[in-house]
């Protein structure tokens, strides 16, 4: 692998995405890459509420829909193989753009012992490789931060990145990572969602001043980016990890975007005039707009066709987990 180019975090599609700044050719790869992963996140949180609907799972989702490219964009800008990620409740894209694994993410929501955790997580609580969520509001954020100084002590090079939301900002714990990783040096990239809720609550009613600056009283440099726009997030997110990895300090990177499903299962009180408005701002319609209407259209159905035959795998291969599973993994 060359220094101007980055794997594919999909393992079938081992696209190389050049650095070049102004390459056309980059651009073209990239928006191909970036369409599939995005739309693969859509197509398949969208099946999962079928799902639910015919009851085919207990609990409930918290789905990204509307927040594709954040995960897409910033997941790409990592070195997968090493760098640790932390996500939350909202977990999905996260998982789907760092594993592709349609399969583990389907059965684990299904209560099968065939899925990621053995259907004993959910939706909320997932881990593969170097990938960790976690529901506790807040609660990942300082995982990330003693991640970070295992990982400088260990002088591995990684760095840790964790996603939360808006509604996190309320949390004491948030500042009191900020305050250790800028006073130890650490090496963790905060990524804030902003989508504009906590549950039903609107920002403006929890939140007075700047979230982005926030960070500023403790040294934390800080970017906020266009969340819906993934080429913009890949590439302010590419800048922020080099700064973390060769300074060893920490960044904090706002994405600003608009949560288009509901808080989880049926609990959304907006407007239709309001979801109407951030609709046209939809980051898969804006991103599918620069594709070839081919090229896009072969992308859905190979996406369709993969998922609906791993549904429906999912389905008929493993029974719910059980107790004595449960008891002989514990």
Same mark, same amino acid.
């Given at each position: 692998m060359g220094k101007n180019e980055v794997v594919s975090t999909i393992p079938h599609l081992s696209i190389k995405i050049p650095r070049i700044p102004g390459s056309i050719y980059r651009k073209t790869v990239a928006q191909s890459k970036f369409y599939y992963q995005m739309y693969l996140i859509r197509y398949v949180e969208r099946r999962l509420f079928d799902l639910y609907s015919q009851?085919? !799972?207990?609990?409930? #989702?918290?789905?990204?829909?509307?927040? =594709? %490219?954040?995960?897409?964009?910033?997941?790409?800008a990592l070195d997968i193989k090493k760098d640790i990620i932390f996500s939350n409740h909202r977990a999905h894209g996260h998982f789907l753009a760092y594993s592709d694994d349609v399969y583990g993410i389907?059965? =684990?929501? +299904?209560?099968?012992?065939?899925?990621?955790?053995?259907? @004993?997580?959910?939706?909320?609580? +997932?881990?593969?490789?170097?990938?960790? &969520?976690? /529901?506790?509001?807040?609660?990942?954020?300082?995982?990330?931060?003693?991640?970070a100084l295992a990982e400088k002590i260990c002088g591995s090079g990684a760095i840790s990145v964790v996603f939360f939301g808006d509604g996190t900002m309320g949390q004491g714990i948030v500042y009191e990572s900020f305050n250790l990783a800028s006073l130890w040096r650490l090496p963790v990239l !905060?990524?804030?969602?902003?989508?504009? $809720? %906590?549950?039903? &609550?609107?920002?403006?009613?929890?939140?007075?001043?700047?979230?982005? &600056?926030?960070? *500023?009283? !403790?040294? @934390?440099?800080?970017?906020?980016? *266009?969340?819906? /726009?993934? #080429?913009?997030? $890949?590439? &302010?997110?590419?800048?922020?990890?080099?700064f973390?990895?060769?300074?060893?300090?920490?960044?904090? +990177?706002?994405?600003?975007?608009?949560? +288009?499903?509901?808080?989880?299962?049926?609990? *959304? *009180?907006r407007s239709s005039e309001e979801l109407e408005l951030h609709w046209k701002g939809d980051p898969i319609k804006r991103l599918s707009k620069k594709l070839p209407v081919a090229k896009k259209n072969n992308i859905e159905r190979e996406i369709e066709d993969k998922v609906e035959a791993i549904i429906k795998q999912a389905i008929e291969d493993s029974p719910m987990v059980s107790l004595d599973f449960i008891q002989r993994d514990s």
């Open positions: 009851g085919l !799972f207990s609990g409930t #989702i918290h789905v990204c829909l509307g927040q =594709e %490219a954040c995960a897409v964009g910033v997941i790409n389907v059965a =684990e929501i +299904l209560g099968q012992e065939t899925g990621v955790c053995g259907g @004993i997580g959910g939706s909320q609580h +997932l881990h593969t490789k170097n990938m960790y &969520t976690n /529901d506790v509001q807040g609660g990942i954020v300082p995982n990330a931060v003693g991640a !905060f990524v804030l969602e902003d989508n504009q $809720y %906590a549950q039903s &609550t609107p920002k403006e009613k929890a939140h007075a001043g700047s979230l982005k &600056t926030r960070a *500023d009283t !403790f040294g @934390i440099k800080s970017t906020a980016v *266009d969340g819906n /726009d993934v #080429i913009k997030v $890949y590439q &302010t997110t590419l800048d922020a990890v080099q973390v990895r060769n300074h060893s300090k920490p960044y904090f +990177l706002v994405l600003n975007t608009y949560r +288009l499903g509901p808080h989880s299962i049926g609990d *959304d *009180d």
